[in-house]
């Protein structure tokens, strides 16, 4: 590697020079380069780069135009700068990667500095090449270890357990070396178990490794043993770990049949009307339970227990903006963005009219939001750059993020394995996804946006997989998630989604109103003209079965049904919500179950 450039000066290094000499060509008049020191040795940073200067000096002069170049055949060196700091000295700068990348040990790297009459570096100066060396140590002595006497975790729940408390688990590790503050964590790809993760520093070389565990419903009713592997690494992409890294925990987590009777309370093909309509709907896996927002006849929460065949209400002090309820760490969490602020429920299935209810300030109004654990995350409206924001439940307490990348009013998901928050700007064009890490505190980090700026037209939302591999967007595209940067959010294909022609004559695609993934099938709802329900098999997009609109009579009047929820129960039924329309009016919302 070498890089060769012009030096903009005539009678270059004019003055005196020393005595030492390290070179070796004779060309090029009364001009001659030389290194008072050209053999360096330096310590290095092993998780940040180092300079290096090695210094070059000059006798005589020259009226020629000269050529610089810095020859070397070592990775560890990043780049390399010559810095003329007077007519006879200067500093050829050497960067070096990080020390981990370098690795542990002492290490010599031989540079070649070339002063030159022509770029080709045909005719050198007189002392040209100087041959220098750096001598290059690094220490890399750091590791991780568990100090808990009981590293292995073990559980065991009902699917359908609602209000799970002691689904967090604490241990204490120990991080030690010279570079222990500045190791990177982060969860393997083998935590299928976990939903969180965050790990604090104690005192000194103590730490606390705190896990939450995923909810029952969110997992096979089945005896599951994995091991947790935490990675410790100097980098960010844990190429380089730590030794001890990763650190295994093994677990024991077993899931019980559910409690629950189940749903037959309802026939298929006979709609269940609700006495209100439906804005927005999340299903609940495990507490097998259907929330629902309406503005009509009044704003409130609705709560279908399917098992029970019974609805609980909760009023709204004011119209319902989004609805987000908390697929991975605690059981029943549901939140409701209102004109200002957010409502909480705590819904406890054993008992509802006793769950709790919390209003919280946001400054944000009429946002998007997403619930996870203690705290609530939105993003204001509005057709400008915007900062995320973190509502602390428990506390009400308010913080905003470092970074204001967000377009205004974007739509916010968290994944089903709680790792990160993914958000879909709306209100910009073109549209583009970003994603924040919420383990370890990370939440107020840069965002990560996508690389398609324009190549895909995402639609106005996305849904996630079952597993938490890709997510899909309103169009059909779907994308990888992945912890590795080059792989996350690259598009991998797209579904089949039906093609028409518009009312002016041009073909378009259907876009999707919904997906639900059971795991070997895709339930998706296509929009108008179709408002159709199909399930699709999702390891080769083959449609399985579809279910086209109907029409219903309702007060002497024909309505056509349009579906926009579908999610299967507890006892692998599929369901779907669907409004009766007469192109004017929603007339009512019912629940019908397809199978």
């Not at 080709?120 to 002392?127: A, D, I, K, L, R």
């Not at 009902?158 to 570079?179: H, L, P, R």
């Not at 269940?272 to 439906?278: G, R």
């Not at 609805?311 to 903006?321: G, I």
């Amino acid at each position: 590697m070498y890089k060769i450039l012009t030096l903009s000066i005539a009678a270059l290094l004019a003055g005196c020079g020393g005595d030492s000499d390290s070179g070796g060509g004779s060309n090029g008049g009364s001009l001659h380069v030389f290194s008072s020191s050209p053999h360096v040795s330096v310590q290095g940073n092993a998780t940040e780069s180092t300079r290096v200067i090695i210094p070059v000096n000059s006798r005589g002069t020259t009226s020629k135009n000269l050529y610089f170049g810095a020859f070397y055949n070592s990775i560890a060196i990043k780049s390399t700068y010559m810095n003329i700091t007077s007519d006879s000295t200067g500093n050829l700068e050497v960067d070096f990667i990080p020390g981990y990348a370098v690795g542990d040990g002492q290490s010599t790297h031989n540079i070649s500095i070339n002063f030159c009459y022509d770029e080709y570096c045909n005719e050198q100066v007189s002392g040209s090449p100087i041959n220098a060396s750096i001598n290059y140590n690094v220490n890399l002595d750091d590791e991780i270890r568990m100090v808990s006497a009981e590293s292995t975790i073990n559980r065991e729940y009902n699917y359908d357990d609602a209000n799970i408390t002691d689904n967090f688990t604490s241990k204490e590790i120990s991080v030690t070396g010279s570079n222990s503050n500045s190791i990177i964590f982060s969860r393997g790809n083998d935590s299928e178990l976990i939903n969180k993760f965050n790990v604090t520093q104690r005192t000194g070389y103590l730490f606390d490794l705190d896990l939450g565990l995923k909810l029952p419903g969110n997992l096979l009713i089945d005896t599951h043993s994995k091991e947790f592997k935490l990675n410790a690494c100097y980098d960010a992409e844990c190429l380089y770990p730590i030794k001890g890294s990763p650190l295994s925990i093994p677990m024991t987590y077993k899931v019980n049949s559910p409690l629950a009777s189940g749903d037959e309370s309802i026939a298929i093909n006979a709609p269940l009307a609700f006495d209100f309509t439906v804005n927005e709907a999340e299903y609940i896996q495990g507490l097998d339970v259907l929330v629902m927002t309406s503005e009509s006849p009044e704003n409130a929460i609705y709560v279908y227990d399917i098992s029970s065949n019974t609805t609980e209400k909760f009023a709204l002090t004011s119209y319902p903006k989004n609805l987000s309820v908390d697929h991975s760490e605690k059981q029943g969490r549901i939140a409701v963005s209102q004109y200002y602020g957010v409502f909480v429920i705590d819904y406890n299935k054993a008992s509802p009219s006793t769950s709790s209810q919390k209003l919280l300030d946001s400054n944000s109004s009429q946002s998007n939001i997403a619930v996870k654990g203690d705290h609530v995350y939105t993003i204001s409206t509005g057709y400008n750059w915007q900062a995320l924001e973190r509502i602390n439940i428990n506390t009400g307490d308010i913080e905003t993020s470092n970074s204001s990348e967000f377009y205004g009013g974007p739509i916010l998901k968290v994944t089903p394995n709680g790792e990160a928050l993914y958000t879909q700007d709306i209100n910009s064009s073109p549209r583009s996804f970003s994603k924040v890490i919420l383990d370890s505190e990370r939440w107020d980090e840069q965002p990560k946006s996508d690389v398609y700026h324009g190549t895909y037209d995402h639609g106005d939302d996305f849904w996630f997989d079952r597993t938490g591999n890709y997510y899909y967007s309103q169009t059909g595209d779907y994308f990888f998630i992945s912890d590795f940067e080059f792989m996350d959010m690259t598009h991998v294909g797209q579904l089949p989604l039906q093609e028409y022609v518009n009312g002016v004559g041009l073909d378009e695609t259907a876009e999707l109103k919904h997906l639900f993934d059971t795991g070997a099938y895709l339930w998706v709802i296509e929009k108008y003209p179709f408002n159709m329900i199909r399930q699709l098999q999702k390891s080769n997009n083959t449609e399985i079965t579809r279910y086209e609109e109907t029409t219903s009579m309702i007060d002497g009047v024909n309505y056509t049904e349009w579906p926009f929820f579908v999610f299967e129960s507890n006892n692998g039924h599929i369901f779907t919500l669907q409004n009766a329309y007469d192109g004017r009016e929603i007339k009512r919302t019912s629940l019908l179950k397809l199978q």
